[in-house]
């Protein structure tokens, strides 16, 4: 019997074998972005105004002005009520022009969208007026999915491995992403929609181990960053797909099919015999499936130790409080007041030296450090942006891609720094209880959203003062910047190593 780490250390801390699993386990990372925030641009408000066609009987000749003008009251600013009617009258054109119409009603007979020519979610379902909240709601269905998938895919690839599940993952994200571009009901969109989280959370989280188990203690931040800067570059694709492609399901479809490429390149990727410090280690022990030799008893599983409680407790908050603040700048940005797709694409290129800062960042100042101050940092940003006076999109828009920075480098630090925490034969478990933590923070985000309706200001002070609390708690744990994976829970925290041989076969 020997340790994992005996395994990496005859490959190397990041060698040709795990050069190649980190780079095929990102080709499917790009597409995940495009489920988690392509409804924003399916759902873009547009103008619109009550269906009242009912006037064409008596007034075939009417001009789309003259229409509104007789049929839509306005507001106090001047401009159309876009929820209510006049009350349709049984009267010649002549009367209703010389008196007017006085009754209101709500919308009966539909909507018009008169800048719209392409189909959106919005135009098609008419998600407006009493259905408006509907956007948000079906937002936080999809991050119930990822909570559900979390805790499905987690224990489940402990038991069965992870390339298993990341393949099943890919596959029903395939089928369901492009069964969504064919329903018939906006309820029917949010079932599909829910099911493709469930999916991403298999993806992403399974990835994230398999990444950090198959790389020495110094590159583990470089193999997760990697994905995580794909997922970056998949949010710019997003941004240029979405401007290019404004049908709303041929978005969808192409945002959908290419990965049933990507399961035929990982399946590929597999469990050949490598060179390694001079000898051969079988197939067995190099294949992402970890079994053979390395399996852990049922009983191992059971977690006692009082430590372990604290520090789920603290780790699951620190990623809550983080996807509190990514999800609500995220999720906020036709609200910013510029461009949507330039903002996106904004949003998405300062992710990617976010991301690929941690790996310095978390070199030279620790986890616990970067952690926290970025927690902070996000949530200090997000709190200056509620007093910012609404005719300033500029100012607000730069302070939010600011917070987009802090969260997106904040988020890649939790994931090493939770990895880290725990012990291999409850990591995945682990990781999964966090990443519940964060679903629960993404089902309440759109929800928080909703908020903006007492006051505009309410739930940016949300998203502010939670990472705030949180990134003040991070620096009650441990370092583990230079420590080895702990293998069981025997162990309180990560151990440095000290490596004085390799073993070239098994005993």
């Known amino acids: 019997m020997f340790a994992f780490g005996d395994i990496l250390n005859a490959l190397g801390e990041f060698g040709r074998f795990q050069k190649w699993l980190v780079v095929l386990l990102s080709l499917p990372v790009p597409l995940t972005a495009f489920h988690m925030l392509g409804q924003v641009f399916m759902l873009v408000d547009v103008p619109h105004y009550c269906n009242t066609s009912w006037i064409r009987a008596v007034g075939p000749n009417l001009t789309e002005d003259e229409l509104l003008n007789l049929t ?119 079932a599909f929609r829910c099911v493709v989280g469930a999916s991403m959370s298999g993806i992403t989280m399974t990835i994230l181990a398999l990444a950090m188990e198959w790389v020495g203690v110094s590159y583990r931040p470089h193999a997760v960053l990697v994905s995580h800067c794909c997922f970056a570059i998949g949010q710019m694709i997003l941004a240029g797909l979405s401007y290019g492609i404004r049908n709303w399901r041929l978005l969808q479809i192409a945002g959908s099919v290419p990965i049933f490429r990507a399961p035929c390149r990982l399946g590929n990727s597999g469990c050949e015999t490598w060179q390694a410090g001079g000898s051969r280690l079988r197939p067995s022990l190099v294949c992402p499936n970890i079994h053979g030799q390395y399996v852990i008893s049922g009983d191992q599983y059971c977690v006692r130790s009082w430590t372990i409680y604290v520090l789920v407790s603290l780790c699951s908050f620190l990623r809550f409080a983080n996807s509190l603040a990514y999800y609500g700048i ?5 609200n910013f007041g510029l461009d949507i797709y330039l903002t996106q694409l904004a949003f998405g290129a300062v992710e990617i030296p976010a991301r690929a800062s941690c790996i310095l960042l978390l070199q030279w100042f620790g986890r616990k450090k970067c952690q926290g101050f970025l927690l902070l940092l996000s949530g200090l940003v997000c709190l200056i942006i509620t007093g910012i006076p609404e ?15 802090a969260t997106s480098a904040s988020f890649s630090t939790s994931y090493v720094y939770t990895a880290e925490l725990f012990p291999t034969v409850v990591r995945q478990t682990g990781v999964g209880l966090c990443s519940m933590s964060a679903r629960v923070a993404g089902i309440i985000a759109p929800l928080i959203r909703l908020l903006a309706r007492y006051h505009h200001s309410v739930p940016m002070a949300i998203f502010g003062s939670v990472p705030v609390l949180a990134g003040l708690l991070c620096f009650l744990l441990h370092e583990t910047r230079g420590m080895d994976l702990v293998d069981d829970t025997s162990a309180a925290a990560p151990q440095h190593r000290c490596v004085v041989g390799v073993h070239q076969g098994t005993k």
């Open 391 to 405: 005719d300033l999109p500029v100012v607000i828009t730069v302070l939010a891609i600011i917070g987009k920075f």
């Open 72 to 190: 839509v009251p306005r507001g106090a600013s001047g401009a159309y009520e876009q929820c209510s009617m006049y009350s349709p009258v049984d009267r010649d054109l002549d009367s209703i022009v010389a008196y007017g119409l006085n009754a209101t009603q709500k919308c009966s007979n539909g909507w018009v969208y008169p800048s719209t020519q392409t189909p959106s979610l919005l135009t098609e379902f008419d998600l407006v007026c009493d259905k408006k909240d509907l956007n948000d709601i079906s937002q936080a269905i999809y991050m119930l999915g990822l909570l559900l998938g979390a805790m499905i895919f987690g224990p489940l690839s402990d038991r069965i491995g992870r390339r298993p599940v990341i393949l099943i993952s890919m596959l029903i994200q395939g089928l369901f992403g492009v069964g969504i571009a064919f329903v018939p009901h906006f309820y029917v969109y949010m």
């Open 330 to 334: 995220s999720l906020n940005v036709t």
